[in-house]
C-alpha cells in the first residue's frame, strides 16, 4: 500500500539555529540548515471497502517535541491515528500537550489518541503530564489520549509497525519498520538481532549528530557505516547537530546517503497486517 513518510524535523535537541551560537550553519541562509526538533510522520490513504465511499487519510507521528505544534501547522496536520514514542527524552515528547486540539477532534468521534510508549517511556509521559494521566485528573481541557504498551507489532488501521530495538547510550529506545521503510533515532549502537528486522528496508533513516564521537549519539561516519550494511536503496540522515551543514555534508556522502530536511516528502510501500512480506 502506497504511503508518504515526511520529516517534521530534523535537527538535534536544541535545534538549528542553535540559540546564541553564530557559526556559519546557524546562520545559513539555506532553508535546509533550519532544523526543528526530530519527528517524522507516516500517511496513507484507507480503502474502503464500500465501493463509492471516499478514501480516509490516516495519519501516524513518531515523536511530538517540543516543535510539534508549529510542525502541526506547517504541514496541515488536521488528523492523527496514532503516536509512536521512540523514547521520553524532551526533544522527543515535550509536544505531546499540543496534541490536544487534535485529540478533541478524535475524542468527538468517540475516541481516544493512542499513544504507543514502552514502560520506560510511559513513566516518564505519566510523570510529565500527571495533569493529563493521573486517574484523578481533573483538568477541563487536558489532552483526550491513552497511553498503550509497545509491543514487537502494532497494527494501525490494517497498516503495520514494527519496534526496532536499538541503543542509546545506556538505553533502549525504540525505533520503528513499516513497510519498506525504517525509522532510527538517537541511536549509538545497533543489536544484531536488529539488524536483521531491517533486512529488506529500501528507505532507512538514521541519526547522525556531527563527526565528533559523543556517548549516545551516532557520527556521521558510523551512521554511512550502518547504511552501507543495511544496503537500503537511499538512506537519510536526521538529528542533526548545528556542526554539519546541510550542502557541505551532502558532498562528503556517499551518493546512496542524503541529509534528510524538515519537509522532505518521501514515497513508501507500508504493508498491511498479514500480508506477506
Ligand atoms: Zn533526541
Ligand atoms: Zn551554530
Ligand atoms: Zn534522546
Known amino acids: 500500500m502506497n504511503g508518504t513518510l515526511t520529516f517534521l524535523g530534523t535537527g538535534t535537541s536544541m535545534g538549528v539555529p542553535t540559540i546564541g551560537c553564530p557559526c556559519s550553519v546557524c546562520t545559513s541562509s539555506n532553508p535546509r540548515d533550519r532544523r526543528l526538533r526530530p519527528s517524522v510522520m507516516i500517511r496513507w490513504n484507507e480503502i474502503q471497502p464500500e465501493s463509492g465511499v471516499a478514501p480516509r487519510h490516516r495519519a501516524v507521528v513518531i515523536d511530538t517535541g517540543p516543535d ?3 510542525q502541526a501547522l506547517r504541514t496541515g496536520l488536521a488528523h492523527v491515528d496514532a503516536v509512536f514514542y521512540t523514547h521520553g527524552h524532551v526533544d ?3 509536544g505531546l500537550d499540543d496534541l490536544r486540539p487534535l485529540s478533541f477532534i478524535a475524542h468527538r468521534a468517540g475516541g481516544l489518541i493512542p499513544l504507543y510508549a514502552s514502560p520506560h517511556t510511559a513513566e516518564i509521559l505519566e510523570r510529565v503530564y500527571d495533569y493529563t494521566f ?3 485528573a481533573t483538568y477541563a481541557t487536558r489532552a483526550r489520549v491513552e497511553i ?3 509491543a514487537d507489532r502494532t497494527t494501525i488501521h490494517g497498516v503495520e509497525f514494527l519496534r526496532i530495538p536499538v541503543l542509546h547510550g545506556d538505553m533502549e529506545v ?3 519498520r513499516f513497510g519498506n521503510a525504517a525509522y532510527l533515532t538517537d541511536v549509538s549502537e545497533i543489536p544484531e538481532s536488529s539488524f536483521e528486522l531491517l533486512e529488506g528496508v529500501e528507505t532507512l533513516v538514521l541519526p547522525a549528530l556531527r563527526h565528533k564521537p559523543h556517548p549516545s549519539h551516532a557520527t556521521v561516519a558510523q551512521a ?5 550494511r543495511i544496503g537500503a536503496r537511499q538512506t537519510f540522515l536526521t538529528h542533526i547537530a548545528h556542526e554539519l551543514g546541510h550542502d557541505e555534508t551532502n558532498s562528503m556522502l556517499p551518493e546512496s546517503v542524503r541529509m534528510a530536511w524538515d519537509g522532505l516528502e518521501l514515497p513508501v510501500t507500508l504493508r498491511r497486517a498479514g500480508e506477506a512480506a
Request: no cysteine; proline share 10%; glycine share 10%.
Open 68 to 70: 510539534f505544534r508549529e
Open 92 to 94: 522527543h515528547i515535550l
Open 134 to 136: 493521573s486517574p484523578n
Open 148 to 150: 498503550r504498551p509497545l
Open 174 to 176: 525504540a525505533g520503528f
Open 224 to 228: 554511512v557505516g550502518w547504511a552501507e
